[in-house]
């Protein structure tokens, strides 16, 4: 495993911190859950759990996920994956806490902006997580995995398997709805074109400090 860089960590625990909460925030709004929380939602659901044990399922999903990534390209697993795993479940607790002390009535209209701070918080975590470099989380692991296997865009690849996990997620008794639509159209390239923009600035921040 590599040497990490204090910046690069710092910006991966950030990005775990955004990714956790976004996911919790789709979640909470109950417009639909993201590809990825519907996943956690589906097994949620299929392991009778309750919904503040979200964090619970998430961390059962992950490490599956990231053993099986491990197999198939261990290079996207580093010592920040494992950092991810950590702390991850309890972020998402914490979100949920969180969007209903912002949103202690939950009508439409905090619902739609609980939810568009959800993607928005999710696209920027998993964008500052990939651009780290540290080793991806379990789901985007496997998202490059598949990426370099088929030899398309990231985005491309995004848009597909979430539209799988969309499925998957259904089929578990996940909470499908506007929202899982939007982000699985949108995810890929919001995602794609930030991680660059945060990579140009990490780089360019580290040659000017060299």
Known sequence: MKKIKLNKLILAIVGIILVGTGVAFNAAAALGNDPIGIVYDGIRNMAHLSGEQLGMASNLVNIVLVLIVFLLDSHYVNVGTWIYIIPYGTVVAFGGKLYHMIFATQNLWNQMIGAFCGCMLLYTGVAMYI???VGLDPFTGLVMVLRDK????????KICFD??????GVVLGGKLGVITIITALTAGPVIQFLS???????NHKEVTTD
């Open 131 to 133: 651009a780290a470099d």
């Open 150 to 157: 088929v030899d398309r865009e990231y985005k491309t690849v």
């Open 163 to 168: 539209i799988l996990c969309i499925l998957l």
């Open 196 to 202: 660059n923009k945060i990579a140009g600035w990490v």
